[in-house]
């Protein structure tokens, strides 16, 4: 009897040995995706709303960066009377948002 519960008790310690190496391996891979996100938001400036998370900050700030190229390209192309701004300004949407970020 003691024989067949203790390869029972073994059987169970292998399993959790096996977990343990598998959530080692996903810990592991989880800090390399952080370590990557982390330089994905220093090299967008490092934009942080306090509260929101490091990726949503850095989505909101390329989508302002979109919405700002795409004015500036739109003001380059003729459309500048959409906005009252002569074509000559076209940068300016460009630079108002380098120097604000998406605030």
């Not at 391996?25 to 509260?51: N, R």
């Not at 004015?71 to 120097?99: I, Q, T």
Request: with cysteine; glycine share 6%.
């Amino acid at each position: 009897m003691e024989n067949a519960t203790t390869k029972r008790i073994v059987s169970k310690i292998g399993k959790l040995q096996d977990q343990i190496r598998e959530l080692q391996m996903w810990k592991e891979s989880a800090m390399v995706v952080l370590k990557d996100w982390d330089e994905v938001w220093e090299a967008a400036g490092k934009p942080v709303k306090y509260g929101d998370s490091k990726s949503k900050s850095v989505r909101e700030y390329l989508t302002a960066a979109i919405t700002a190229i795409n004015d500036c390209v739109d003001c380059a192309n003729g459309r500048e009377s959409e906005w009252g701004d002569r074509a000559e300004n076209a940068f300016n949407f460009l630079h108002r948002f380098l120097l604000n970020g998406n605030d």
